[in-house]
Structures are given as structure tokens and as C-alpha cells.
């Protein structure tokens, strides 16, 4: 909460300060960071939703911008102590091309690092993806796994290659001199698959469940381990991490950190049960009512389908091979370093979480109820 006896005077910048993750992290840092100044939110397409924040005691400057023009990000950042990075192109499903993923993965956060350097701002704060390990394209299990578990790091697909290609460079980036003669201090967090108010994917499965009479069908075996971890948290990462890098940059610059918190280890299907179970979905089936060689098959031809139709519509269904095998493959995390390191413990209990994201799921329109 906001401390009174603290001084406003740090300008953070947020970039994709208005995606599903950037809006929290946005209005947490509003929430839990006493010495804000100014919060410049930076993204592609701004949100209405940031009109009602300019009223506080902070000043929020909306910035319409593009991450892969380095002039539009230098003038955003130019004059702000901290930025968070979170923009990027999620797209697992084939609705971009590999060329822009990376033009707005690597491009946008090399844009951004440069625009750190040229302008002075010290602290870089990463949103890099539990993707950066794994799956990899081997489908070897990642079991509870920690920042220093050995685990065969290799992609294929242009959105995990990307995010691990931008993770190195804000990495790499720790210790350059920037304007002003001292060491840009950077760290990069990694995510496991995020859930809360504002997911689109529980959205869609949400709207799957009401198309098919309030029923889901069981894809994945429920053995299949899934990390997940509560929006809230991980904006709360983003925020201690923020603050802490400016204070104990000898330990955390150049680390990466996985977010975690107490959400339960399930299987990507039944883990969402969690929030649509209570809102009128059930998972018909204790097991797969498709085989696993026909759901390949059929990935695999909405592969092809994607591709022939790419001339005339844009075919991206949520079934592809590379979505199978991803919630076909554990992995689930079990670290404390964000602990050790800066001292993160989780803002939002499981209950909590929970709760929020029911909420959130009973709250759209036409619940099941
Ligand atoms: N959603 C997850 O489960 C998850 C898990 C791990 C990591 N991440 C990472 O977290 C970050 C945020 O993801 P999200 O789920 O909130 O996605 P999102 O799509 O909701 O948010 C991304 C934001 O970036 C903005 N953006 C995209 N291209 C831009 C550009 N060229 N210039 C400026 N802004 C641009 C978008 O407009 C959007 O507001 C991403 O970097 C993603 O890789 C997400
Ligand atoms: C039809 C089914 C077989 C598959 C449906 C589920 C599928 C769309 C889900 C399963 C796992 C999900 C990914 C996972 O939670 C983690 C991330 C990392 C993050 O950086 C971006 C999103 C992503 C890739 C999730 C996308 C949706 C996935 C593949």
C-alpha cells in the first residue's frame, strides 16, 4: 500500500501496460509502489480503462506506440528510472507470421534495451516465458523444476525461439554502460502459463464449454502436470522485482527468475475446471475421449488447413501440433529464488485466486448458470 511518508519521484514505464498482464502489473504498481511519480503506459492499443486511473496521485501518461520503432520507444523511455517490458506478440497459434513475432520479440526488446542505453534509464525489468526452457521440441517432461534444473533447452517454434532470443539479450545487456556513465542492471521473469481476470484462452474455453451445452471433453490425460500461476502474483513479481533490482543489483542483475505462487499442480484441463467448474462447466470423461494419435492427426491437419486457407481467411483453431504437445508435456515448477533473492512470498493466496478468477469467469456474459 502506499507509505505517506515516502517520496514520489521514480517514473517507471510499462510496455503492453494494457495486455492482460501489463494491466495489472499497471494498476499494481499504482497499489504497491509508494514512490511513483509518473507511470508511463506504453502499447500498441491503449485501453479506455486508463482514462479512469489519471485521477490519482500519480500521473499515468498514455503512450500510443509501436515497440519495433525504435524512435517511438526512446521517446517513451527517455527521463524514466525503471521500465518493465512485457510486451509481446503470444501467439502460439499461427495468427502472425514467424517474421513479425520476431520483429515484436526481439526487434521491440532490442529497441527497448538500445533506448535504455542511449537515454540513461538503469533498471530493466524482463517479461520472458517459462517457454525460454520449455517443452522443448523433444516433448521431455519438466517436473517440478527449478532456475538451475539441466533441462535441453530447444525450440522450433517462432514464439519460444523468440522469447528466448529476447531473454538473452536483456541478459546480456546486464552491466552496459548506459548515458551517464553507469551499469544498466537488468533481470528477466518467467512466467508459467498465467490464469486470472482477463485471460482470453479461459475466455474461449469458457465460451467452447457454453457451445457444447456446458461441456468440455477431456483432450489430455489428467497426469500431465501444468504450471500455472495467478495474474496477480506474477504483476506482484514485477513489482518487488522493479523495486528490489534497484537496491541489490549485484545479486539480481542478470537473473532470471520463474513466477510461481500456491496454485495447484493439475493438468491444463483440469486446472481450468477450477474456475468454469463453478460456473456451470463440467469435464466430461476421466479419460481422454480422443486418442492421443487422432488428436495429432487432427492437429496436424488443422496445420494444413491453416496453411491451404492462409490466401483467403485466417484459420487459427487452438488445436495445433505444437498447443498438443505443449499441454501434453509437464511442466510445473518449484523454486524459491524470487524468495532468497528479493524476497517475493505471493500477494494472492490459491483461494484467493480462486475466487478472483470465478469472479471474473461469472461476471461475463451469458454464464451457465
Ligand atoms: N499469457 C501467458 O500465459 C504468458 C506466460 C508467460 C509469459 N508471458 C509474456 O507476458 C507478456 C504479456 O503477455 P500477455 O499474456 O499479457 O499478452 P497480451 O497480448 O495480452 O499483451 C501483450 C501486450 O503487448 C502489446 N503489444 C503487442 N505488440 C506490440 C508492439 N509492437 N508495440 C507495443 N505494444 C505491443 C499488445 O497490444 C498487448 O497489449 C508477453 O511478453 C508474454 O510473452 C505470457
Ligand atoms: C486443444 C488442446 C489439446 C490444447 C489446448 C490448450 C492449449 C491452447 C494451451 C495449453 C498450454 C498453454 C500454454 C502454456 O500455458 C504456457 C504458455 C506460455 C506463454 O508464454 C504463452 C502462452 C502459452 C504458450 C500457453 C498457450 C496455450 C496453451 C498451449
Same mark, same amino acid.
Given at each position: 500500500?502506499?507509505?505517506?511518508?515516502?517520496?514520489?519521484?521514480?517514473?517507471?514505464?510499462?510496455?503492453?501496460?494494457?495486455?492482460?498482464?501489463?494491466?495489472?502489473?499497471?494498476?499494481?504498481?499504482? +497499489?504497491? $509502489?509508494?514512490?511513483? @511519480? !509518473?507511470?508511463?503506459?506504453?502499447?500498441? #492499443?491503449? &485501453?479506455?480503462? =486508463?482514462?479512469?486511473?489519471?485521477?490519482?496521485?500519480?500521473?499515468?501518461?498514455?503512450?500510443?506506440?509501436?515497440?519495433?520503432?525504435?524512435?517511438?520507444?526512446?521517446?517513451?523511455?527517455?527521463?524514466?528510472?525503471?521500465?518493465?517490458?512485457?510486451?509481446?506478440?503470444?501467439?502460439?497459434?499461427?495468427?502472425?507470421?514467424?517474421?513479425?513475432?520476431?520483429?515484436?520479440?526481439?526487434?521491440?526488446?532490442?529497441?527497448?534495451?538500445?533506448?535504455?542505453?542511449?537515454?540513461?534509464?538503469?533498471?530493466?525489468?524482463?517479461?520472458?516465458?517459462?517457454?525460454?526452457?520449455?517443452?522443448?521440441?523433444?516433448?521431455?517432461?519438466?517436473?517440478?523444476?527449478?532456475?538451475?534444473?539441466?533441462?535441453?533447452?530447444?525450440?522450433?517454434?517462432?514464439?519460444?525461439?523468440?522469447?528466448? +532470443?529476447? $531473454?538473452?539479450?536483456? @541478459? !546480456?545487456?546486464?552491466?552496459?554502460?548506459? #548515458?551517464? &556513465?553507469?551499469? =544498466?542492471?537488468?533481470?528477466?521473469?518467467?512466467?508459467?502459463?498465467?490464469?486470472?481476470?482477463?485471460?482470453?484462452?479461459?475466455?474461449?474455453?469458457?465460451?467452447?464449454?457454453?457451445?457444447?451445452?456446458?461441456?468440455?471433453?477431456?483432450?489430455?490425460?489428467?497426469?500431465?502436470?501444468?504450471?500455472?500461476?495467478?495474474?496477480?502474483?506474477?504483476?506482484?513479481?514485477?513489482?518487488?522485482?522493479?523495486?528490489?533490482?534497484?537496491?541489490?543489483?549485484?545479486?539480481?542483475?542478470?537473473?532470471?527468475?520463474?513466477?510461481?505462487?500456491?496454485?495447484?499442480?493439475?493438468?491444463?484441463?483440469?486446472?481450468?475446471?477450477?474456475?468454469?467448474?463453478?460456473?456451470?462447466?463440467?469435464?466430461?470423461?476421466?479419460?481422454?475421449?480422443?486418442?492421443?494419435?487422432?488428436?495429432?492427426?487432427?492437429?496436424?491437419?488443422?496445420?494444413? @488447413?491453416?496453411?491451404?486457407?492462409?490466401?483467403?481467411?485466417?484459420?487459427?483453431? =487452438?488445436?495445433?501440433?505444437?498447443?498438443?504437445?505443449?499441454?501434453?508435456?509437464?511442466?510445473?515448477?518449484?523454486?524459491?529464488?524470487?524468495?532468497?533473492?528479493?524476497?517475493?512470498?505471493?500477494?494472492?493466496?490459491?483461494?484467493?485466486?480462486?475466487?478472483?478468477?470465478?469472479?471474473?469467469?461469472?461476471?461475463?456474459?451469458?454464464?451457465?448458470?
Amino acid at each position: 500500500m502506499a507509505d505517506s511518508t515516502e517520496v514520489r519521484e521514480l517514473v517507471y514505464l510499462v510496455t503492453g501496460g494494457c495486455g492482460f498482464l501489463g494491466e495489472h502489473v499497471v494498476r499494481m504498481l499504482l +497499489q504497491r $509502489e509508494p514512490r511513483l @511519480l !509518473e507511470l508511463r503506459v506504453f502499447d500498441l #492499443h491503449l &485501453g479506455a480503462w =486508463l482514462e479512469e486511473l489519471k485521477t490519482g496521485p500519480v500521473q499515468v501518461t498514455a503512450i500510443q506506440g509501436d515497440v519495433t520503432q525504435a524512435h517511438e520507444v526512446a521517446a517513451a523511455v527517455a527521463g524514466a528510472h525503471v521500465v518493465i517490458h512485457t510486451a509481446g506478440l503470444v501467439d502460439v497459434f499461427g495468427r502472425a507470421s514467424p517474421e513479425t513475432i520476431y520483429e515484436v520479440n526481439v526487434q521491440g526488446t532490442k529497441n527497448v534495451i538500445e533506448a535504455c542505453v542511449q537515454t540513461g534509464t538503469r533498471f530493466l525489468v524482463y517479461t520472458s516465458s517459462m517457454e525460454v526452457v520449455g517443452p522443448n521440441i523433444k516433448g521431455h517432461h519438466f517436473y517440478r523444476g527449478n532456475e538451475d534444473t539441466p533441462y535441453e533447452a530447444v525450440h522450433r517454434h517462432p514464439y519460444p525461439c523468440s522469447k528466448a +532470443q529476447a $531473454e538473452r539479450l536483456v @541478459l !546480456e545487456a546486464n552491466g552496459r554502460k548506459v #548515458h551517464g &556513465g553507469l551499469p =544498466l542492471v537488468t533481470c528477466a521473469l518467467r512466467p508459467t502459463g498465467i490464469y486470472g481476470e482477463g485471460h482470453q484462452i479461459m475466455r474461449d474455453f469458457y465460451h467452447q464449454g457454453l457451445r457444447l451445452g456446458g461441456r468440455l471433453f477431456r483432450t489430455i490425460p489428467a497426469s500431465v502436470e501444468h504450471g500455472r500461476v495467478y495474474v496477480g502474483n506474477v504483476a506482484w513479481m514485477h513489482v518487488l522485482v522493479a523495486r528490489e533490482l534497484q537496491q541489490r543489483a549485484a545479486l539480481m542483475g542478470g537473473q532470471v527468475y520463474f513466477c510461481y505462487d500456491q496454485s495447484p499442480y493439475k493438468s491444463y484441463e483440469d486446472f481450468n475446471m477450477e474456475f468454469l467448474g463453478p460456473c456451470g462447466l463440467r469435464l466430461v470423461e476421466t479419460r481422454p475421449l480422443v486418442p492421443y494419435w487422432l488428436l495429432m492427426l487432427l492437429a496436424a491437419l488443422n496445420a494444413l @488447413l491453416q496453411w491451404l486457407l492462409r490466401p483467403l481467411l485466417l484459420y487459427a483453431p =487452438l488445436l495445433n501440433p505444437y498447443t498438443l504437445a505443449v499441454a501434453n508435456t509437464a511442466f510445473t515448477v518449484n523454486t524459491d529464488k524470487a524468495r532468497r533473492h528479493f524476497g517475493y512470498e505471493p500477494l494472492f493466496s490459491w483461494e484467493d485466486s480462486r475466487t478472483r478468477t470465478i469472479r471474473w469467469v461469472q461476471a461475463m456474459e451469458g454464464s451457465a448458470r
